[in-house]
T-cell receptor
Framework: DSGVTQTPKHLITATGQRVTLRCSPRSGDLSVYWYQQSLDQGLQFLIQYYNGEERAKGNILERFSAQQFPDLHSELNLSSLELGDSALYFC?????????????FGPGTRLTVL | GENVEQHPSTLSVQEGDSAVIKCTYSDSASNYFPWYKQELGKRPQLIIDIRSNVGEKKDQRIAVTLNKTAKHFSLHITETQPEDSAVYFCAASLGGSYIPTFGRGTSLIVHP
């Protein structure tokens, strides 16, 4: 167990809908990262937050947004869902912003869009 | 941006054999190269990493080598066991950021 928690474990929804994925980082970790893992795209970085502020953006669609709250948990919001958004979404956390330690991955949320 | 190529996509070996997975990266500024193991349906887990000021690093049956000039790095697993069966991802991160760009993964199958 990495200490990173994600809810829900599974999510099944329909096209056009909106969902929210939640992540709680390890105690003491200030950075949260979101990744999408799909069969055709592999593991892709979406976005990073550090202590409540957005620090880096990867291949995140405009339909997706995220935030990190004062208690450091993070939420990833996915809207106007399409079939191609079906994937495993991982959250990871690390102690610092850069150059420190490693990222610890959560168990993931499996999103199925029907 | 950084581009990481990983080969092979599938690797099948007999128990006790060695396995080698190779990755190349495009950005010479990348300086941190982690390797992750992901078992079916589970999270990626860091198994070993190497920084650009080191050429080789070992941890029991696992080793990673880095050739900065050629911009490639490799994972070596010796005396493979069935529990080594998983998907292995290499990654490279740019500069001081620890946001990695991942390779597409190698599915390692170790036959008993």
């Amino acid at each position: 167990d990495s200490g990173v928690t994600q809810t829900p474990k599974h999510l099944i929804t329909a096209t056009g809908q909106r969902v929210t994925l939640r992540c709680s980082p390890r105690s003491g970790d200030l950075s949260v990262y979101w990744y999408q893992q799909s069969l055709d795209q592999g593991l892709q970085f979406l976005i990073q937050y550090y202590n409540g502020e957005e620090r880096a953006k990867g291949n995140i669609l405009e339909r997706f947004s995220a935030q990190q709250f004062p208690d450091l948990h993070s939420e990833l919001n996915l809207s106007s869902l399409e079939l191609g958004d079906s994937a495993l979404y991982f959250c990871a956390s690390s102690v610092g912003l850069a150059g420190v330690g490693e990222q610890f991955f959560g168990p993931g949320t499996r999103l199925t869009v029907l | 941006g950084e581009n990481v190529e990983q080969h092979p996509s599938t690797l099948s070996v007999q128990e006790g054999d060695s396995a080698v997975i190779k990755c190349t990266y495009s950005d010479s500024a990348s300086n941190y190269f982690p390797w992750y193991k992901q078992e079916l349906g589970k999270r990626p887990q860091l198994i070993i990493d190497i920084r650009s000021n080191v050429g080789e690093k070992k941890d029991q049956r696992i080793a990673v080598t880095l050739n900065k000039t050629a911009k490639h790095f490799s994972l070596h697993i010796t005396e493979t066991q069935p529990e080594d069966s998983a998907v292995y991802f290499c990654a490279a991160s740019l500069g001081g950021s620890y946001i990695p760009t991942f390779g597409r993964g190698t599915s390692l199958i170790v036959h008993p």
